[in-house]
């Protein structure tokens, strides 16, 4: 399995940004589809973000869309999301999953980090 680190996380004012990092071990990062995914107080997990394992395609949740922007550099075995304009909304844990290729489940997951936006 491939191990994963979730960094990046604070507390931020409302209107402000954050840049979260993924940072992976284990198996062939580049064997895996890395996603974002979110979970507040109360309420179910929810999908953010994705990246394919080249890169080249990704996808969005609808309340994040034009606001963050998912990346990832294979080489340095990382993936960050880079989040804009938040709101309050987007307070948060924030986990990161890996999905190998060809496969529907995720794998793995780091232990998340809290994003907190103040109003």
């Known amino acids: 399995q491939v191990q994963l680190v979730e960094s990046g996380g604070g507390l931020v004012q409302a209107g402000g940004s954050l840049r979260l990092s993924c940072a992976a071990s284990g198996r062939p990062f580049s064997s895996y589809n890395i996603g974002w995914f979110r979970q507040a107080p109360g309420k179910e997990r929810e999908f953010v973000a994705l990246?394919?394992?080249?890169?080249?395609?990704?996808y969005y949740g609808d309340s994040v869309k034009g606001r963050f922007t998912i990346s990832r550099d294979n080489a340095k075995n990382t993936v960050s999301l880079q989040m804009n304009s938040l709101k309050p909304e987007d307070t948060a844990v924030y986990y990161c999953g890996a999905q190998r290729i060809g496969v529907r489940e995720y794998e793995s997951w780091g232990q998340g980090t809290q994003v907190t936006v103040s109003s």
């Open positions: 990246i394919s394992w080249s890169g080249f395609t990704t």
